[in-house]
């Protein structure tokens, strides 16, 4: 039987591309991803581009496309700005693709339901370095309910995915946004941006990031015409906000969400006792801005836990003891299920 702590523990769960994949199979892991948008590109572009990635290849291939570089001369940087344009399109062209064909299963998953159920009770935070929309389709699915007590229970507002957003960013102005109350749930942190985000590049002041509706929670086919045609007539110019993962100084971080986004997340890691849990997520060398913070926050502490949920757990676990997190206080797991079914028992 669930039980509504009146004192939430401190929980953070921090979800890579792995956690994604083990929802469903039609969702890729970092390297294929770029495999898949490669042809994209090609169609748009006969400027060189790779083969294809191994290794964590396609994150380090993205993030020096997305600043200027010193040893580049003017021409190539535009070239280079050309690519992750056409690449940051391309990335959430291929990723709405897989979240419709992914989200009949996880929306019908009794798994990732109980999860998020708790995650609701428990009010925990949740880190994601993915751009798909998963995570909200389930949620807003999953039929969780506020018991904030400003209801008769018989009327309990329903959670949505735009209270586990927290209401950001913005969305255009509609009728249903003027009276519509944000309800305390779990808090879904997108540190690099997401599919359903919209800016015009390069602006750093973030006045025209908005969102708009995830993809898969209405309409069965990926954008209709007259949704194309809205989000041209509320967003007009703006493409997918999409954060090259090992870029730790560009514009990207200059946005005031995106800033606070990731200020949030190091608020919740410093919490006192705070268990965190890494589902699908290695920690990559190529992702110096992630490690950085997180050895800030976990490092040479006794109060935290760490959960390495993955199928190869050891070589993530070294890599969390390099951020100085003792062995003694790390919990290895091989699979989602199982880390679901420990997550329930300890309500």
Known sequence: M?????????????????????????MPLTDELGDAVLPLIRKRSHLPLPRRFRRGQFESWLSRLSEDQPDLDEAENLANR?????????????????????????????????????????????????????????????????????????????ITWWDVLNGQPQRPP????AWRTLEPTFRLLKLHGSIHWYWQPGDASGATVASWSPQGLRSPDPISPEEIAAVS?????????????????????????????????????????????????????TDQVTSGMLKESLGGRRDVTVDVVNPRPRPVSKNVRALGVPGRQIHEVTTVDTFIAEYLDQI
């Open 82 to 158: 050309l690519l992750f344009q056409l690449a940051s399109e391309a990335l959430a062209a291929v990723i709405t693709d897989r979240v419709l064909a992914a989200r009949e299963e996880v929306s019908a998953s009794e798994s990732i339901r109980d999860l998020l159920g708790a995650m609701h009770i428990r009010r925990a935070i949740a880190i994601t370095f993915n751009q798909d929309t998963l995570i909200e389709i389930a949620a807003t699915s999953g039929r969780y309910f506020s018991w904030t007590g400003r209801t008769p229970q018989s009327a309990l507002p329903e």
């Open 233 to 285: 007539r509320w967003l007009p110019g703006r493409v997918p906000l999409i954060v090259p993962p090992a870029s730790g100084k560009s514009t990207f971080y200059r946005v005031p969400l995106l800033a606070q986004l990731w200020q949030d997340a190091r608020k919740a890691l410093l919490a006192e006792g705070v268990r965190v849990s890494l589902l699908g997520y290695s920690i990559p060398v």
């Open 174 to 177: 509609t009728e249903y946004d």
């Open 2 to 26: 669930l039980t509504f702590p009146f004192d939430p523990p401190h929980e953070v769960l921090i979800l890579g591309a792995g956690f994604s994949k083990a929802l469903s199979t039609a």
